[in-house]
């Protein structure tokens, strides 16, 4: 049980560190002051939100590690996110069709962990809900006004959607992790949340004069850790390299 | 400080003598402790004194958040790495308030990023030099930050409304930034023996720079002294840079970190540190765009902004054709 638990919240952290670090990289360069604020302030939120998740994770292990042990001294196998967070930034435009499709899913999530048999999590998720639900909120709006905006943004945002439809099956997929935390009351089941967010998505994608793609084909292997793709451990040679290099330091 | 070798007039300070009723007026405004506020009468020279020492600001801002972006995917805790983010979006929105600022003068902020992408404007020499490792981001952060405060906490008191709000906002957030690069430098050189190495390092590459900052002594100045009489510039290069100095000398000494002049020592009977001026030609050669990073901060910046068009196009094309099915509906 507290396996399931601990690979649980290890998702839950992966998962922000991951899209956290991915949007942190855009610092500086973004297509306008306004966006570098906004996607400064995402990536922040979502760190926090590692911050949380990651130390209950260590917390209920119960072999010492905190949530900087996890995020900095694990390998690529170790990572539970999904594979759609790790995908490359790309242009402005995947970068928010990423997140878009990510937070979709993600605040449908944490909604379910509000009601959490489990007060720790129902906290973090309570206060995760109301950063997520305006990271929602921008991301559609982005994805909308680009969508149906010039001919080339409709353009790179309909690849962007192709390219990244593929990594949202993963997200709604239960596995036997999903099931113990269904069993026990902790978390929703995933697979009940895929009608809400395919309304949503159909919603969204239609004003934004987008075409979902017909084929529901899904890449899985992220949230197992059973097969990550190659990004992520270039991410991790970085993110992880001032802890591995100086180990005895710290910070 | 990050608007150096601004100009002015360039005509010697005029006595209130010499002035039309409207300007001396506005003088007199000044001179009593008064703001300029944006629909007043101002001299033509003022604005545009005032246009470029709020962009180059403002641009320094922008182009700042670039050698610190570039330890963000690097910085080394998560709590580090939030505090880092932070940082940089605070500098952002710095840049937003002093481009709303200038503004209020009359040009637009689409006009300074074209000035500041085509190397007309300048941003501050500090940026152009690399953080070449973590403790650099506790350098930055205790001596830049700490250099531009010294400079921006008397600008609270300018003479220009929007410029003097803008900076009370900037002021409370600089304050934290630079106990923040301190709290860095502190657990550097506190550290192993690696961090100590790098700690030192960081403050060997940044001492002087940060010295640069202040720019040349602008003791002899005619544009210094109409920006003194204007009250867009409240100190002298040599008194802030002689202030910086006495701060942060003895911070270093606790750090238990040297700094590297050898001249560098107190002097009880004016009660201030002496120290070695930095290398004038080497500043001389940054402003010309031969720093370290010039080339690659310019770039990153164009890059930027090119690569970002077809967003900005985008998302103006929606919101005009959502203006037009409004007006349509109506
Ligand atoms: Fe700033
Ligand atoms: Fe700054
Ligand atoms: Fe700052």
Not at chain 1, 60 to 75: I, N, P, S, T, Y
Not at chain 1, 129 to 151: C, F, N, S, W
């Amino acid at each position: 049980m507290s396996d399931a638990l601990f690979e649980y919240l290890c998702r839950m952290g992966d998962n922000t560190l991951v899209l956290g670090h991915r949007i942190s990289e855009w610092c500086g360069v973004a297509p306008v002051l306004e966006e570098d604020i906004a996607l400064a302030n995402t990536a922040l939120d979502l760190i926090g939100q590692t911050q949380l998740w990651l130390g209950l994770a260590g917390e209920v292990e119960g072999k010492g590690r905190d949530a900087d042990q996890l995020a900095f001294h694990r390998d690529v196998w170790d990572f539970r996110n999904l594979l759609l967070v790790e995908q490359p930034n790309g242009d402005f435009g995947r970068t928010m069709m990423r997140q878009f499709l990510f937070d979709g899913w993600h605040l449908a999530q944490l909604k379910g962990l509000m009601t959490s048999s489990n007060d720790q999590i129902a906290a973090i998720a309570e206060k995760s809900v109301k950063e997520v639900t305006y990271h929602l909120e921008r991301a559609t709006d982005t994805v909308i006004g680009l969508g149906d905006g010039t001919e080339e943004s409709h353009k790179r945002m309909q690849d962007a959607l192709d390219r990244l439809y593929p990594f949202v099956g993963e997200m709604f997929i239960a596995d036997a992790v999903d099931q113990a935390m269904v069993s026990d009351g902790i978390a929703p089941d995933p697979s009940t949340l895929r009608p809400d967010y395919d309304a949503m998505l159909d919603a969204v994608l239609a004003e934004a004069t987008l075409q979902k793609p017909t084929d529901d084909f899904a890449h899985k292997g992220g949230k197992s850790g059973a097969r990550h793709t190659e990004h992520l451990g270039h991410m991790l040679t970085q993110m992880q390299w001032l802890q591995r290099a100086y180990p005895d330091a710290t910070w | 400080m990050y608007a150096q070798m601004i100009k002015s007039t360039g005509e010697g300070v005029k006595s209130l003598d010499d002035m039309e009723p409207e300007e001396r007026a506005f003088q007199e405004r000044i001179n009593a402790g008064g703001k300029i506020e944006p629909k007043d009468w101002m001299p033509e020279g003022y604005r545009k004194n005032l246009i470029r020492q709020i962009g180059q600001h403002a641009h320094s801002e922008i182009v700042g958040q670039l050698p610190e972006g570039n330890w963000i995917t690097r910085a080394p805790t998560l709590e580090r790495k939030a505090i880092l983010l932070a940082k940089v979006q605070d500098e952002a929105g710095h840049g937003l308030y002093l481009y709303c600022a200038a503004e209020t003068l009359g040009v637009t902020r689409d006009q300074m990023t074209r000035d500041l992408l085509s190397g007309k404007m300048k941003y501050s020499s500090i940026f152009n030099y690399p953080t070449l490792t973590w403790a650099d981001m506790g350098a930055v952060g205790w001596l830049v930050d700490g250099a531009a405060i010294m400079n921006q906490v008397p600008l609270q008191r300018t003479s220009y409304g929007p410029y003097a709000r803008a900076m009370v906002r900037i002021c409370k957030e600089e304050s934290f930034h630079q106990r923040q690069g301190f709290d860095i430098m502190m657990k550097m050189a506190k550290g192993t023996e690696a961090q100590r190495k790098m700690a030192q390092d960081a403050l060997n590459r940044f001492w002087y720079p940060s010295l640069m900052m202040f720019g040349p002594s602008d003791a002899e100045s005619v544009h210094s002294a109409q920006s003194m009489a204007w009250k867009i510039k409240m100190n002298s290069n040599d008194e802030l840079r002689q202030k910086f100095v006495d701060q942060t000398a003895p911070q270093a000494e606790y750090l238990g970190l040297t700094v590297p002049d050898e001249n560098l020592k107190f002097n009880e009977e004016t009660g201030h540190y002496e120290f070695s001026e930095p290398d004038w030609d080497e500043f001389f050669d940054v402003l010309k765009g031969n720093g370290p990073c010039n080339t690659e901060r310019l770039e990153a910046r164009n890059r930027a902004w090119d690569e970002g068009r077809w967003v900005r196009e985008g998302l103006l094309a929606h919101a005009e054709k959502k203006r037009k099915t409004a007006i349509a509906a109506e």
